[in-house]
């Protein structure tokens, strides 16, 4: 049966049509995350884990850096002073089926990109359709970029913040498998989020939610909501908010340059049915 034109289908077909997308995305994510839950051992091992050893690069580098510029840090240290512990039956298996299912997702992103962009696409002109090929390529390569940034700066800044932060000597830091596994999820997957801004803005200047005037005049305020994002995901430390909130603002002015290309393309195409 051939597909219906996108101006012919009911709300209803809409509905259905979502509904196929968002299973097939769902598929995506179950494959991917069932090999990364069959391969387990070298995710926690290699990449969940690698953040509690001093030879992790980024406490490498900070390390270096600190020498270099005579600084005492604790980026030098011999290890880092916690221990992982679990403490509930269920927890080893709870901390391996989520950490599957975020490993299937974060894998399968591109693919999650493209059936949202296949469902919105049918709803676009030609041209439009035309330059938004490389949606999924942007899209992509900003989330992943997000995701290392987290992984590499967001993450282990935290962990060594938080592991070397002591009230009292007589106080060991014993932490739960789901709570330092809940901090490695929230710093990768929120960063690769953040850096979606541009795509977002992208998006809602296309509808008319937002303009370059309107995020020009509101850049204050977007500071402060900036510092408070890096504050959420990033210990209480001023170096790490500051490390962390300068992309934010660089993906900010980045997303009013696009707004006012779109702006601008919008502007133009007026003109010429004018």
Known sequence: ????????????????ELRWHLIRIVVAIVIVGTIAFLSSRFIFDEIIFAPLEMSFPTYDFLCKTANFINVETTFCGEKIPLILQNRTMAGQFSADIWTAVLGGFIIAFPYVIFELWRFISPAMHQKERKHSRGFIIISSFLFFLGVL?????????????????????KVDNQIDISSYIGLVRASVLASGLIFELPIIIYFLTKVG??????????????????????AIITPPDIASQII???????????????????????RKKVKTHA
């Open 244 to 266: 962390v909130a300068i992309p934010i603002l660089v993906l900010y002015q980045v997303s009013i340059y696009i707004s006012k290309l779109v702006i601008k393309g919008q």
């Open 149 to 169: 940034f987290g992984y590499y700066i967001v993450c282990p800044l935290s962990i060594n913040f938080l592991a070397n932060y002591s009230i009292s000597a």
């Open 209 to 230: 939610l937002v303009t370059p005037e309107f995020l020009r005049k509101y850049r204050k305020y977007a500071l402060v909501i900036v510092l408070i994002l890096s």
């Open 1 to 16: 049966m051939a597909k219906k034109d996108v101006n012919e289908m009911s709300f209803l077909d809409h509905l259905e």
